[in-house]
């Protein structure tokens, strides 16, 4: 028999619900949402929701399995996003995975003197250009809130520092609609208009139901005015197993589901197929502590079957990974990365935030953790190619070629296929007496380097007009 000289790629994957689990969890979505319901208090809310079939009673919002899966048929399958030049980077759509940061720290641990400070604008600048210079890192959120800003527009300000000093999408959150108008007009400004936005936005909305099961009204204003202008809305809640959410992994995979897509109705009914962007994030309460875990195994299982539910709806989904519950770039923030990033990957979770500084149960960033998480994100991005099969990589001919007993080095097929091999900046292969000679750096060591090395690249620099503008835009900001 011949050899096949087509090239043969299997992607790896990873399922942690059948089918049949998949057809019990909608069922139990749809009679959450048509039996129990959601509470909200917006009174265009709740008139555009009972016009269309919803049951209204009071606060009390019932929701007919038919609309949740008219609402799903109307979204759009799939999401692209741009950076602010107009280059479509990052496509939304099956169980493609793009990572990023994460969003809304209030502490800052310099990489210099591992001193714990509060968040500031400078700090935002810093990682925002620092994500900017790590390029597995798809795209960027606000990552921490400016203590050092009038809290009135410190939402604004801390998207500005970062669309200044990152190119890339930005996932962004804020306090209310004029928040929302304001930033959106920022996002004009940097690509160049509505008619460049809705190519591929540059701006992505993160909002949330509280959970259990309830809107209040500022969220609810968002998401009208996100459907509206077609601005991309993540609609993210965060049922925490044994607090707001059930014990059980199905019962707070329900409820997530069932909140995410009681926005998903409302949004599709203001504006069919405007981009809609599903998920929750799923953890426990850790019942030792009652902390809201960041690094708890089940959060990555319970976030797997809720990426599969998004891919069953052909919906858009926002996953987390790459967060921890270590105080330190130690060990335990190492392996509960590690094992979030790739599991998240092979399940195929979209846009994957949380990927650099959500440390100590989401409070703290570290430009170090950042680093150590792209390093971690770039070995899941080799791992997920997986093995391609062609009759170059079978390398039958140079087999034969050295023969038994012979070495490979010097084979020009050597040379042409060694560098799809990840070579780390960070992780040391070299043997002990080598290690000492260079000068025995521990892992810390080797990683505040790298990170200090990182922190010099400069991103672009805006035309002065647009400076001038932003100038004049945040002059306004009330």
Sequence with gaps: MGIATENLYFKPSLRVINDAQISRIHAATLEVLERTGIKMTHSEGLEILEAAGAKVTGNRVRIPSWMVEDAIAAAPHRVILGNQKGERTVFLEKDNSYFGPSLDCIDYMDPKTHERVRFTSDHVKATAALCDGLDRFDWCMIIGMADDVPPDIADRVVVRNTLENCEKPLVFCCKDTNSVKDIYEMGLLLCGGKENFDKAPCLVHYSEPISPLLYYDPAVDKIIFCAEKSIPLINFPAPQACGSAPATFAGTIVQGSAESLSGLVLHQLVNPGAPFIYGAFTT???MKTTIFSYGASELSLMTGAMAQMAQHYQLPF???????????????????????????????????????????????????????????????????????????????????????????LTQKHTMDNFRQIKYSELFDRSIYQKWVDAGAKKFEDRLQALTLKKMKHEPRVLPAEIIKELDRMQASWK
């Design 284 to 286: 426990i309460m850790d």
């Design 318 to 408: 926002f996953g987390t990974a790459g967060a921890t519950d270590s105080k330190f770039c130690d060990a335990q923030a190492g392996a509960e990365v590690a094992f979030q990033c790739l599991s998240s990957a092979a399940v195929g979770s979209g846009l994957i935030h949380d990927c650099s500084s959500w440390m100590d149960h989401g409070s703290l960033v570290s430009p170090e953790f950042m680093v150590l998480t792209h390093d971690i994100v770039d070995s899941v991005h080799h791992f997920m190619k997986g093995i391609p099969i062609t009759k170059e990589t079978l390398a039958i001919d140079v087999i034969d070629q050295v023969g038994p007993g012979g070495h490979y």
